[in-house]
């Protein structure tokens, strides 16, 4: 007997090792679109409120693991676009074919999404034009985006095609206490309503970062330092910036 199972995680897992269980010999082979096939969903609140601080612990099983085990192919990334029961075949497509720079450049040309999936220090120091920080394919999947149109691997250097890189400089609130003292510069809140009313630097501009494209004509020219709490949306709107306030003023 040969099975093909669409989807892991929760039912499909339980299939498979079901039908192991009831038939030795079979292949089962498992079919799973995100990079994760076997974890628990009921932990991830306690994960994001902190109760379970270790991501890793919420992962139960891996493709490796449940070979050994269960003896199960599963084969993560391939997405399942239909079925021919009459021909008992499935057609597949691999959510992270390969990208090189041509086409990273012609999507980003063409005003398609680039997700980089790097930290955002890292982002910051050097980053083609047009990408945009984001999580991993699965936390896309899970807020809807499930087609990922391909993957690029390697250095922004090889996918910029010889173009410049754009960069900004990171700094810390003390760096920024230190610079306030020499000279004057301008403080740009880009935390939401609630957060700028419970806490504030003195003398700070606040533009929420979801109005900031709208208000960018409000922002003076000069030195501008950018915060908000972790530094995501300060890293989102230093980028806005680059871009939104040279067009701004020269409308
Ligand atoms: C935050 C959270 C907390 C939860 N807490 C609890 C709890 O405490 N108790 C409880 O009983 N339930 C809980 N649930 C619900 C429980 O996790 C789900 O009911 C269960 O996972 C559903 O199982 P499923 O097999 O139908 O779907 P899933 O577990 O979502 O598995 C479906 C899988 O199929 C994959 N897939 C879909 N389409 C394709 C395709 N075309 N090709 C390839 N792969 C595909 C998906 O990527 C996915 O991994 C929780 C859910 C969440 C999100």
């Known amino acids: 007997m ?22 030795e010999d079979a ?35 891996t493709p490796q693991s449940l070979a050994e085990s269960l003896a199960l192919d599963v084969r993560t990334g391939p997405e399942v676009l239909a079925i021919d029961p009459a021909r008992r075949t499935v057609a597949v497509r691999e959510l992270t074919a390969h990208a090189d720079a041509a086409q990273l450049s012609a999507r980003i040309a063409a005003g398609e999404w680039v997700a980089d999936l790097r930290s955002r220090q890292v982002f910051a120091a050097g980053h083609v ?41 990171v700094a810390s609130f003390a760096d920024l206490a230190a610079v306030r003292r020499h000279r004057p510069v301008t403080i740009l809140d880009v935390r939401r309503a609630l957060e700028w009313a419970g806490s504030r630097l003195d003398g700070a501009l606040h533009i929420p ?3 900031l494209r709208a208000r960018i004509g409000e ?33």
Request: hydrophobic letters at 45%; charged letters at 20%; aromatic letters at 6%.
């Open 2 to 23: 040969k099975a093909v199972v669409v989807g892991g995680v929760a039912g499909g897992m339980s299939f498979a090792a079901r039908a192991r269980r009831l038939a």
């Open 209 to 211: 970062l979801q109005d």
């Open 219 to 251: 922002v003076p020219g000069g030195e501008i330092w950018v915060h908000c709490r972790s530094g995501y949306r300060a890293a989102d709107a230093g980028l806005s910036l680059v871009t939104g306030t040279a067009a701004a003023r020269a409308a």
């Open 27 to 61: 292949e089962i082979v498992v079919l799973e679109r995100d990079p994760y096939v076997s974890y628990a969903n009921c932990g991830l609140p306690y994960h994001l409120g902190g109760e379970i601080g270790d991501r890793d612990a919420l992962l139960l099983h």
């Open 129 to 169: 034009r047009g990408s945009q920080v984001a999580a991993a394919q699965r936390d896309l999947a899970r807020i809807g985006i499930d087609h990922l149109a391909g993957a690029a691997d390697g250095t922004p250097q090889e996918w910029a095609g010889g173009q410049p890189l754009e960069s900004f400089p």
